[in-house]
């Protein structure tokens, strides 16, 4: 059983896209420290390309933090459940949460919220997909990839019931 797959962002497109990004990200932070923050399961491809193009000018140390939305449901509540919290405080420190989407913008205003009682240096957004179709809240994003039209976008971290995640590309589920 299979899903017609069309090809959104093809991996040279995200790999080209994600160098940007972390030349951005290494100017801004060149000679600090920081710390990634990689938000699972979603942004752990993304995370790990991404750690790879910020230059040896960045002291960078990286973290996990396992999220979970509560209920079952396609739309996310923003209530989300801390499932695996960061191995080591972030007071002081400089944070750069990573998303692999931004769709309603509530989970990630859940995480700026409860970040910001870890009295951090800064806090700071990097995603890679925007679906603005979709805001229920504003967010902040520092550093953006791409801004998506509303489509169920898979691949890439991203998965359609955990299926999916290993695709090298973005791609859209067109089943019509
Ligand atoms: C996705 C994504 C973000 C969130 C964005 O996670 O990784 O964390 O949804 O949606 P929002 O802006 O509407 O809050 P998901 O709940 O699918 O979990 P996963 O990362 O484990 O796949």
Redesign the pocket.
């Known amino acids: 059983m299979s899903d017609n797959l069309a090809t959104l962002f093809s991996s040279e497109q995200l790999a080209e896209r994600v160098t940007v990004l972390g030349a951005e990200i290494s100017e801004a932070y060149a000679n600090q420290k920081l710390v990634l923050v990689c ?5 752990f491809v993304f995370t790990a390309d991404l750690a790879r193009v910020i230059d040896e000018r960045v002291n960078l140390r990286i973290e996990f933090l396992g ?3 509560y209920g079952e449901g396609t739309e ?1 509540t ?1 209530v989300v459940q801390i499932t695996q919290d960061l191995t080591k405080s972030i007071e002081d420190e400089h944070v750069l949460i990573v ?10 205003s859940h995480l700026l919220e409860l970040f910001k009682t870890r009295k951090p240096a800064s806090v700071k957004v990097c995603s890679l997909l925007h679906k603005p179709a ?1 805001t229920r809240i504003d967010v902040p994003i520092d550093y953006l990839g791409f801004t998506i039209e509303d489509h169920f976008v898979v691949g890439y971290g ?2 359609w019931a955990q299926r999916y995640r290993n695709l090298p590309f973005i791609g859209v589920v067109d089943n019509e």
């Open positions: 938000v699972l399961k979603g942004s999220v979970q939305s996310s923003g998303e692999d989407i931004v769709d309603t913008g509530l989970t990630i979709r991203l998965d």
